[in-house]
Structure formats: structure tokens, C-alpha cells
Nanobody, 121 residues
Framework: QVRVVESGGGLVQPGGSLRLSCAASGTLITIHSMGWYRQAPGKQRELVARLTGGTSTNYADSVKGRFTISRDNAENAVNLQMNGLNPEDTAVYYC???????????????WGQGTLVTVSS
């Protein structure tokens, strides 16, 4: 079973920064990609940023130039550095990890519980 845990949310003023962290744990797994999604009240969950193969990144247009996803030194972990935050970034941020079990080759698509980011003065 794969477990995904996020941390780092909180309250920040407009223009401020936050760093979210996410770690995926499981026995003998290979991660294909990890990413961050967010869901604001009354809206659908949307992609924020994704890291595939450890090097390829893609971002939502709304966060390009402000947010950066990167690998953490820890195995199967990523960070999301968020700068220039504005109230429209307020949402619950979810981390997602997908990959496969090394022996069974069974694929997985796992989600964390989410962490709340509130941008407000």
C-alpha cells in the first residue's frame, strides 16, 4: 500500500511565499511521477504542477513563473515552492503519486489527504 503525506500549508499574506512538501512511501515501489493539485471551494480539482521521471515538469498557466516543483533529497518526495501568492491561490492542495510495484508490476495512483493554503490579508 502506498501512502502519500503532505505538509507545509498555512495562512500567508498576498505576495508571500509557502513551501509544500510531499512524500510517498511504500514497499518496493517505483515512482513514475508526482504532482500537486488544488481544489478551491466550489471548483473542480485542477493540476498545479507535476514532475515526471524526476526531471520533466509541467505547470498550470496560472502558476507559471511563480511556483516551482522540485525533487526532494529524500527518496520519493517532492516540494512545491510557491511565491507571489494571491487570494486566487487559496485552496486545498493535494499531492499525487503514481508508479508501480517492482515485483507485481501493479500500478498505483495515490493521493494525500490535502493541506490547506489560505492567502489573505
Amino acid at each position: 500500500q502506498v501512502r502519500v503525506v503532505e505538509s507545509g500549508g498555512g495562512l500567508v499574506q498576498p505576495g508571500g511565499s509557502l513551501r509544500l512538501s510531499c512524500a510517498a512511501s511504500g514497499t518496493l515501489i517505483t515512482i513514475h511521477s508526482m504532482g500537486w493539485y488544488r481544489q478551491a471551494p466550489g471548483k473542480q480539482r485542477e493540476l498545479v504542477a507535476r514532475l515526471t521521471g524526476g526531471t520533466s515538469t509541467n505547470y498550470a498557466d496560472s502558476v507559471k513563473g511563480r511556483f516551482t516543483i522540485s525533487r526532494d533529497n529524500a527518496e520519493n518526495a517532492v516540494n512545491l515552492q510557491m511565491n507571489g501568492l494571491n487570494p486566487e491561490d487559496t485552496a486545498v492542495y493535494y499531492c499525487n503519486a503514481n508508479g508501480h510495484d517492482i515485483f507485481s508490476r501493479a500500478t498505483f495512483d495515490a493521493w494525500g489527504q490535502g493541506t490547506l493554503v489560505t492567502v489573505s490579508s
